[in-house]
């Protein structure tokens, strides 16, 4: 009967020490980037590289996205707002809604969906096939010439994919706004320049952006580079980035948002 | 013999004294020691699970023994620095089971990697280097090859190209000769033996097959259950009276080392048979 009562709560402890431990395991893992980063900003090829592999192959996915989002946006608004009669405001409502939350929420899930479980597979594939042991006895530390250049890629690819979302999904908007209802061109777009305010809505979602960027890509390296060396351990650690990633994202974004706006 | 304890001589490159080490509660080596000569190629020999990774692994400065010492050159891997450690393995170098080639590089960057990483020597002199190597192995004109299509036995010379790009005066071989045809195994053995008499390398090659090494190698340390338990020349060795080296030798079921696993039931408890007694 004790045993009973115990178990769950010797799980739950367990469980609970275990989250503390790999929080405090990522932080220093962290720590060990930015110390180790000096390499992947001075040889800064191999970071582009990086940016081709995780920024430039995700700028598909996410202009698509972003396309019908916006879109989406543009049927939803105008189906509300002209039941009070302010139609008008609908470049407005669908520039605020990308810039300040859809833009950099979607663009980051999409990131760590794309780029993010590729970082976390490639890196878990190195070690596994002891590509890191490799390096590392080769007197190269795995974490500058691996890590370091995967993060700074994540770290500068999140903003401007998440701009370029917010692009395409205004375009979005005004194709379904102006040419498919047949709102007045410029009644739309002055609309929103009127309401849109570059320090609170644009800047504040690029932050957003940027903070997503730093812990969907912290996750995926973090995975990769923690994984178990084998093909189960490589795939569990693949699915732990997608999975965290999303919650981490949604949860910044409500923290960032309830300081921001 | 090369086996002394702790009256090891100077000109011994590598220096095991009394180390012992354990993943967690498991023993991997139990207060183990042995001396590898400069300039010589030893092999370790043993069965898997014996631990002759972890020695490679102790040399490397990756891991550190829970007690004793392990000397390279005179000094105490477990007592360097991270830079002191970084310059050791400079020095080394090391040929994984697989190869361990980068799989997004092609053949010439995987060569040039530890060239690049720390050298500041132009892009064509880097390049002179690799065909050079290449040359060594036989493999030049593989230059803008994938690592995905190369075979096994190349793969692994690319990596010994690799290993050997900065001129080591410390090769370590783990398995090289796993999963090979007889002709790329061939092809391997005779290079680890030309490169070390060319390079004047020390090396010492982990493996469990038996005949290929007593070919080529200077000297052989048979490991078991993390001990020493046979050492000597390759002549030596075969002239073994010892039950655990003649087992080993001729891949015998019994013998010193049981083949099966020991197993706390019977097989006839285990099928679920009455009266099952322990076996």
Redesign the interface.
């Known amino acids: 009967m004790t045993e009973l009562l115990l178990s769950p709560l010797r799980r739950l402890g367990h469980t609970t020490i275990n989250a503390i431990w790999r929080l405090g395991f990522i932080t220093r893992f962290l720590l060990a980037i930015l110390r180790y980063s000096g390499q992947s900003l001075l040889r800064f090829n191999l970071t582009i590289r990086e940016i081709y592999f995780a920024g430039v192959m995700s700028v598909i996915i996410v202009v698509v996205s972003g396309l019908f989002v916006g879109m989406v946006l543009g049927l939803q608004g105008y189906n509300t707002l002209s039941r009070f009669g302010s139609a008008d405001a609908l470049g407005a409502l669908v520039a605020l809604s990308l810039l300040r939350e859809l833009g950099p929420v979607l663009a980051a899930l999409l990131f760590s969906s794309r780029a993010g479980s590729a970082m976390t597979a490639?890196i878990g594939?190195?070690k596994a096939?002891?590509?890191l042991?490799?390096?590392?006895?080769?007197?190269?530390?795995p974490i500058a010439?691996v890590v370091a250049p995967r993060f700074w890629a994540g770290v500068i690819s999140m903003p401007i994919l998440a701009a370029m979302f917010n692009v395409m999904g205004i375009f979005g908007g005004y194709l379904i706004g102006v040419v498919m209802i047949g709102l007045d061109s410029g009644t739309f777009w002055s609309q929103m320049q009127n309401n849109v305010d570059l320090h609170y809505d644009v800047v504040n979602g690029l932050i957003k952006s940027l903070c997503f960027g730093i812990a969907v890509t912290l996750i995926a390296v973090f995975e990769g580079y923690d994984a178990t060396p084998t093909a189960a351990g490589v795939s569990a650690a693949t699915t732990r980035t997608v999975v965290t990633s999303a919650l981490v994202i949604l949860a910044v974004d409500f923290v960032l948002t309830a300081f921001m706006f | 013999m090369f086996l002394s304890g702790k009256s090891v001589s100077s000109d011994h490159f590598i220096e095991f004294r009394n180390v012992s080490f354990a993943y967690g509660e498991r023993p991997i080596l139990n207060n183990i020691s042995l001396a590898i000569p400069r300039g010589k190629l030893v092999a370790i020999m043993g069965g898997s699970g014996s631990g002759k990774t972890t020695m490679l692994r102790l040399i490397?400065g990756?891991i550190r023994p829970s007690a004793g010492q392990v000397l390279v050159d005179g000094r105490n891997v477990a007592d360097m620095n991270h830079a002191e450690l970084?310059?050791h393995?400079?020095r080394?170098g090391?040929l994984?089971?697989?190869g361990?080639?980068?799989?997004?590089l092609s053949v010439e960057d995987n060569v040039a990697?530890?060239i690049r990483?720390?050298t500041r020597l132009a892009d064509s002199m880097i390049h002179d280097l690799v065909i050079m190597k290449l040359s060594a192995v036989g493999l030049r004109g593989t230059q803008a090859l994938m690592p995905a299509e190369l075979s096994g036995g190349m793969a692994r010379r690319v990596?010994l190209a690799r290993a050997i790009a900065l001129d080591p005066q410390l090769m370590l071989y783990d398995e090289p000769f796993t999963g090979l045809d007889p002709i790329s195994l061939g092809v391997i053995a005779h290079l680890i033996k030309k490169l070390n008499d060319a390079l004047g390398t020390t090396s010492i090659m982990v493996t469990h097959d038996v005949h290929k090494s007593l070919d080529i190698v200077d000297y052989v340390y048979f490991v078991s259950n993390g001990a020493v338990v046979a050492a000597g020349t390759p002549a030596e060795i075969r002239a073994s009276p010892s039950p655990w080296v003649h087992q080993f030798m001729w891949g015998e079921a019994d013998g010193p080392v049981h083949f099966a696993y020991p197993a706390s039931t019977s097989l006839q408890q285990d099928l679920g048979l009455k009266g099952g007694q322990h076996d």
């Open positions: 490639e594939l190195m096939t002891e590509q042991d490799a390096m590392s006895v080769m007197a190269v530390n010439r | 490397s990756q970084f310059e393995r400079r080394m090391m994984f089971q697989f361990a080639l980068f799989t997004d990697f530890p990483e720390h990596a």
